[in-house]
């Protein structure tokens, strides 16, 4: 095999949103979603990276923040007819303070926004049987309620709430470094509708099964559980990475976001997922990168660095 090598990632390889569509893979079918643009401050997203390496790599704006988005995922199981929502952005609760802070974009006509993304997939907001929730900081959740005529009400009527039992008692009981990722008007409602809940209750060791072919494996750095949607064909893997990897960018391992709460446990867990990765060759599905839809990893000369890019059209499987 011929040995990889390191590309470009100032090359930007995502598609055009108007191009997302179906894509098969195995018995599912998974379309992005895409649910707006964000900024933020580029020294919280690489942690103890100076500003001379990472702005090299993603340069910031007058306010420092670097350009990012939120793109969800969903997944059509052909097997038990259950379509799973992964994530669903930020949603529209914020006030014009907030808004400005984190500069919120959602394209000329709202077409990056989740209701007309979710439109542009053929899906309406009732025929979403699951969400699963990687966490529920603001960036990830938010799309869950919206405030229709002064109420906060659930977007999804149909929808069961998944998320790690670990990431539940820490969005309820956040310690003060985390709070301000949990936003009440986020968390409260997801609480309030404990009948649309389901805890799921797995150690790191072990992925959680949602059906055949769809697992979550669950990390514990960023946040208390988090969960990576994995999707298996044949031998193929495809996981949606969340924040374990919120960028291109964030592949050295040392470039850990200083968001993270227990930045040495993610040091443990992306040694592990990479070397996993790179020998089985795992698609990862970039939620937070606004220019690479979805990646390749490979170690070279004891450094781990992207081989290989693609919009998730090209994966079919
Ligand atoms: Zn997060």
């Not at 979403?128 to 529920?136: E, S």
Request: net charge negative.
């Amino acid at each position: 095999m011929e040995s990889p090598r390191p590309i470009d990632l100032s090359v930007p390889t995502a598609g055009a949103i108007q191009d997302h569509r179906w894509v098969r893979m195995g018995s599912f079918e998974l379309h992005w979603v895409e649910s707006g643009d964000i900024w933020l401050d580029g020294g919280a997203m690489f942690g103890v990276v100076p500003k001379t390496l990472w702005s090299r790599q993603l340069p910031s704006d007058e306010k420092n923040r670097i350009p990012m988005t939120m793109r969800c995922l969903l997944i059509r199981s052909h097997a038990t007819g259950k379509l799973y929502l992964v994530d669903n952005g930020a949603g529209n609760k914020f006030n014009e303070k907030l808004s400005d802070i984190y500069g919120f974009e959602y394209g000329p006509e709202g077409e990056k926004s989740l209701q007309a993304s979710l439109a542009r997939a053929g899906v309406a907001p009732e025929d979403i049987t699951d969400i699963i929730f990687t966490h529920l900081h603001f960036d990830h959740c938010g799309g869950t309620t919206d405030w229709i005529d002064e109420e906060l009400t659930h977007v999804f009527p149909k929808a069961r709430y998944h998320i790690h039992a670990d990431h539940f008692r820490t969005a309820t009981e956040p310690n003060p470094r985390e709070q301000a990722s949990f936003i009440p008007d986020n968390i409260e409602p997801i609480v309030a509708a404990k009948d649309r809940l389901s805890l799921v209750e797995t150690d790191a060791s072990l992925p959680f099964e949602y059906e055949p072919g769809l697992e979550a494996l669950v990390m514990n750095g960023h946040t208390l559980g988090q969960q990576l949607p994995m999707i298996s064909c044949g031998d193929q893997r495809f996981v949606f990475v969340a924040d374990l990897l919120p960028t291109a960018q964030h592949v050295p391992l040392v470039w850990v976001m200083g968001y993270d709460m227990f930045p040495t446990q993610t040091l443990k867990e992306k040694e592990e997922f990479l070397t996993q990765a790179a020998k089985e060759q795992w698609w990862l599905l970039m939620e937070h990168d606004r220019n690479h839809e979805c990646l390749r990893i490979g170690n070279i000369d004891g450094r781990w660095k992207v081989i290989e890019t693609a919009t998730l059209a090209q994966l079919e499987c």
